[in-house]
């Protein structure tokens, strides 16, 4: 049976995972929104507690160390720490409205097989929560930038392979999607 976290170890992987996600990240403002979280995040972390925390991370194998040149020493996350840090921010997640649209629509296609049914309809449900309008059962249409939500949760669900994002610039029935989303043009 897995031990549980300490807050302070829920606090470093969110920290590492920040770092991978400002790696992951294109956008100067998203980047600068890790970067505050993360900080705020330090800010309440006790330096002994953090001592302890990080060799009870170690020795549970959310972490590995690698030794550098300059004798310092990099925390990484291993495959199970990213597991884990993924699901501090997974219910936390939402799609930020803009003051402007840009006319664009964000759709998500998939096709996930029946033996991954749990992770198929994890994925629906995570899309119903960011607002998404279902437009077939494996169809979903936002008309927000997204796509950092949505490799998230993709890589959460290891489900690359299953999953399509697409851009496009106009929909056959848009004005049912204007009037769903309140959007004026």
């Known amino acids: 049976m897995p031990r ?7 606090k470093i992987l969110i920290l590492l995972f920040g770092g991978l996600a400002l790696g992951l990240s294109r956008s100067p403002k998203t ?18 507690n953090l001592k302890r925390a990080i060799k009870k991370l170690y020795e549970s194998k959310l972490v590995k160390e690698k030794e550098n040149p300059d004798g310092t020493v990099t925390l990484i996350l291993t495959e199970k720490g990213k597991e884990k840090a993924l699901t501090y921010n997974l219910d936390e997640m939402k ?29 629906r ?3 119903k929560q960011l607002n998404f309008y279902e437009f077939q059962k494996s169809v979903f249409i936002h008309p927000y930038d997204c796509k950092d939500e949505i490799e998230y949760l993709i890589e959460f669900y290891n489900a690359r392979r299953f999953i399509r994002f697409v851009v496009a610039d106009s929909l056959d029935n848009e004005l049912h999607l204007k009037n769903h989303f309140n959007l004026r043009n």
Do not use: C, Y
């Not at 549980?4 to 829920?10: I, P, V």
């Not at 930020?96 to 994925?123: G, H, N």
């Open 4 to 10: 549980k976290l300490g807050s302070t170890q829920k």
């Open 31 to 48: 980047s600068f929104q890790i970067i505050k979280e993360m900080k705020k995040e330090w800010n309440w972390i006790n330096q002994q």
């Open 95 to 123: 799609i930020e409205k803009p003051k402007a649209w840009d006319k664009k629509w964000r759709i998500v296609l998939f096709d996930v097989p029946e033996k991954a049914r749990k992770t198929r309809d994890a994925f």
């Open 125 to 127: 449900q995570h899309l």
